[in-house]
């Protein structure tokens, strides 16, 4: 089976840095997009970015220029870098992608990870 497995969630300080690492693994033939979410008590998931196979690189308004989203095809894995953290960037933050299996080489199908905790408090 497919897994993806983010880490480098915690507690940071206002204005401090993280950075999170979402890892894919098993039978994969080919991942396309990755991408990025969060969702904050009592709201809905949004999404903040995402990459495509090729490096092409998409954000949200409320994060530009503070998250930068990279893509490690070797290491199948995708970075989520978060500067100048607020403290309304708390939530949950999920990996998704798009993968096809070795089994089902044509066939893309979407997977999430199960969700690391970023804390931004004092």
């Known amino acids: 089976q497919v897994q993806l497995v983010e880490s480098g969630g915690g507690l940071v300080q206002p204005g401090g840095s993280l950075r999170l690492s979402c890892a894919a693994s098993?039978?994969?033939?080919?991942?396309?997009?990755m991408g990025w979410y969060r969702q904050a008590p009592g709201k809905q998931r949004e999404l903040l970015g995402g990459?495509?196979?090729?490096?092409?690189?998409k954000y949200e308004d409320s994060v530009k220029g503070r998250f930068t989203i990279s893509r490690d095809n070797a290491k199948k894995t995708a970075y989520l870098q978060m500067n100048s953290l607020k403290p309304e960037d708390t939530a949950v933050y999920y990996c998704?992608?798009?993968?096809?299996?070795?089994?089902?080489?044509?066939?893309?199908?979407?997977?999430w990870g199960q969700g690391t905790q970023v804390t931004v408090s004092s």
């Open positions: 990459l495509s196979s090729d490096g092409s690189t």
């Open positions: 098993g039978s994969i033939f080919r991942i396309d997009s």
């Open positions: 998704h992608a798009w993968i096809a299996t070795m089994r089902d080489r044509w066939v893309t199908r979407d997977y």
